[in-house]
């Protein structure tokens, strides 16, 4: 029998975050589910174990050296050395560029960013010594540009470049890195941006579907479903890649 692998995923506890954890849950892994508040993730961990999976809740905010640190040796102390990490912590502060605030912009870059590189530099040891190991960092179809985020458009692009060089600098230790870059998914996330614009959910997503090639929004399980792949044995041949999950072709 193999040891069981010990995955943790960042904003876990709704939408992608949640998917994602429950799905690597059903593919055999220990799931230690991170979020910034730790009681929202009790629904995708009793999910989880109801399933028959193993998984822990963990608070943390992503953005904060120590929090991370022991965020994640809370996850090695209760399911083991983590090998798989899903970088999905995000926020949205949207603005058009003149009416931005620093701390609009700050915040996004902290969580998204700060928070990757946090996370990904306290896990990459236990990797490097298992000689094993799966990062996916959730990079947007908005790193190409995006009316009202240039925050957040900034944030996914650097998250390419940082996938990027994770690839290069940990591919000699079996550790592969990806970037998946979802379109239209609906989430709360989503919800938000519809109220931003003043247009209901409803709309927004019959909208946007009619601009999608496959003609329909995406869901949470269809990013999990490609997180799933990257992450598997059978993907070890493929790094350095972002992946967009958009229902048709980008740029």
């Known amino acids: 029998m193999t040891t069981q692998r010990v995955a943790i995923v960042t904003g876990a506890a709704r939408g992608i975050g949640a998917a994602t954890a429950k799905r690597l849950a059903?593919?055999?892994?220990?799931?230690?589910?991170?979020?910034?508040?730790?009681?929202?993730?009790?629904?995708?961990?009793?999910?989880?174990?109801?399933?028959?999976?193993r998984a822990i809740a963990v608070g943390v905010d992503v953005a904060k050296a120590d929090q991370v640190e022991a965020a994640v040796q809370r996850v090695v102390d209760e399911l083991g050395g983590p090998t798989i990490l899903v970088n999905n912590a995000g926020i949205t502060r949207d603005n058009l560029l003149f009416k931005m605030t620093e701390q609009d912009w700050d915040s996004v870059m902290d969580v998204h960013l700060r928070g990757s590189f946090l996370m990904t530099r306290a896990v990459q040891k236990h990797m490097t010594e298992a000689k094993?190991?799966?990062?996916?960092?959730?990079?947007s179809t908005s790193a190409q540009g995006n009316r009202g985020q240039v925050n957040y458009a900034a944030a996914k692009a650097g998250l390419q470049g940082f996938t990027k060089t994770?690839?290069?600098?940990?591919?000699?230790?079996g550790v592969t890195a990806n970037a998946v870059a979802p379109g239209f998914i609906q989430t709360e996330m989503t919800k938000m941006t519809a109220e931003r614009i003043g247009v209901s959910f409803e709309d927004f997503i019959a909208h946007s579907a009619k601009e999608i090639p496959v003609a329909r929004v995406g869901q949470p399980e269809d990013i999990a479903a490609t997180i799933a792949?990257?992450?598997?044995?059978?993907?070890?041949?493929?790094?350095?890649?972002?992946?967009?999950?958009?229902?048709g072709p980008q740029d």
């Open 26 to 53: 059903a593919e055999g892994d220990a799931v230690g589910v991170l979020d910034l508040d730790e009681a929202a993730c009790a629904e995708t961990v009793s999910a989880i174990t109801e399933a028959g999976g």
């Open 132 to 139: 094993f190991g799966r990062i996916v960092n959730l990079s």
């Open 166 to 173: 994770l690839a290069i600098e940990l591919g000699k230790f």
């Open 229 to 247: 792949f990257l992450v598997s044995e059978e993907a070890g041949f493929v790094s350095g890649q972002v992946i967009y999950v958009a229902g």
